[in-house]
């Protein structure tokens, strides 16, 4: 009986520390749950601390309101082109499909246009977009189809405000240059046309290319029509380049107007779609193609809310004084 003990005894003695040592690799050997990847894709210039990304910041609150935490349950990719440049978004976008992200969020038209052309399988959801089925983002807005959809900042009557706007803040004004992608519909223009025309001003429309835009040669050509403003379209290849258009004219002291909620622009006015709003609604889309819906079914929707900025040190610089009114409109004014 002594002997039989013994025995058990040293058997427990050789088997336990093996137990021990076996258990915890059978348990790293577990395979760990794959986080979801989101991949987002910003034109223009990266955020930096001094000039974050509303629509970014936004998102990722979002994202946190619907219960999703960086490194916990979900991870987030973001990519900018390399010095804020169009030609480099493909790259960008490509870059995201090798890391194989689940979703990919696009920021402006041609980010957009860069990611739907990176891959046909992962879903994209895009916003501040002015005309996707013109831009052959989707084919239908209500149906998308494909593995496209998001959201759209067209306001027809996005015109008329910011040119009534345009019109208070700078008295005597007459003459609008209006600036845009020569590659790109004339529909925002021809709304800036239409309404200009019942403000009783007159407009030039003034074009670049892209990817290599001649932006002095455009402010030059606005001062040469005698405008007494600039308004600068949200189109795809004009974003990336609006600080450099803030700057070449205010050197002209000529007052621009961005048509989007750009705060880091440097112009002196922006009136269009609140970019953090877009955030908001991008990540209420990633949420549900996360849990099972297909891209292609979710309708292109509008976001219509808009925020005006007015910034007086672009104001000083050329010269100019923003009656008070206007500046109450203001939802941001930068000193």
């Known amino acids: 009986m002594k002997r039989h003990i013994a025995l058990f005894s040293w058997t427990l003695a050789v088997t336990l520390p093996f137990a021990a040592v076996i258990r915890p690799?059978?348990?790293?050997?577990?395979?760990?749950?794959?986080?979801?990847?989101?991949?987002?894709?910003?034109a223009g210039f990266a955020p930096t601390p001094t000039s974050p990304s509303s629509g970014f910041e936004s998102f990722r609150k979002a994202l946190t309101d619907l219960g999703y935490v960086e490194g916990q349950n979900i991870i987030i990719d973001s990519r900018w082109p390399e010095g804020g440049r169009a030609d480099r978004l493909p790259g960008t976008a490509a870059e995201l499909v090798s890391l194989k992200v689940d979703v990919i969020c696009a920021s402006g038209g041609i980010a957009a246009r860069a990611a739907k052309s990176a891959t046909t399988n992962i879903p994209i959801v895009f916003a501040v977009v002015v005309d996707p089925v013109g831009f052959d983002l989707v084919a239908n807005r209500d149906r998308p189809g494909g593995n496209v959809t998001g959201f759209t900042t067209f306001d027809p009557q996005q015109a008329r405000k910011q040119l009534g706007i345009l019109k208070e803040a700078l008295q005597g004004l007459a003459r609008v240059a209006v600036l845009g992608q020569a590659d790109i519909s004339e529909l925002l223009y021809k709304e800036n046309e239409h309404h200009a025309r019942a403000l009783g001003l007159e407009t030039k429309y003034i074009t670049v290319q892209i990817p290599n835009p001649d932006l002095?040669?455009?402010?030059?050509?606005?001062?040469?029509?005698?405008?007494?403003?600039?308004?600068?379209?949200?189109?795809?290849?004009?974003?990336?380049?609006?600080r450099r258009i803030a700057e070449l004219a205010a050197k002209q002291?000529?007052?621009t107007l961005f048509a989007g909620s750009v705060e880091d622009a440097g112009g002196l006015i922006s009136y269009g779609t609140n970019l953090a709003a877009t955030g908001q609604r991008m990540a209420i889309y990633v949420d549900k193609i996360l849990k099972g819906t297909k891209p292609g079914d979710l309708p292109v929707e509008a976001v219509s809310s808009h925020v005006l900025i007015i910034n007086l040190k672009t104001a000083r610089e050329i010269g100019v004084t923003i009656p008070s009114e206007v500046l109450k409109w203001a939802d941001q004014v930068i000193e």
């Open 25 to 42: 690799s059978l348990s790293e050997a577990q395979p760990s749950a794959k986080l979801p990847r989101i991949g987002y894709l910003g």
């Open 253 to 255: 002291r000529l007052p």
């Open 216 to 242: 002095e040669g455009a402010v030059e050509a606005a001062k040469r029509e005698r405008a007494d403003a600039l308004v600068i379209l949200n189109h795809p290849g004009i974003g990336p380049n609006r």
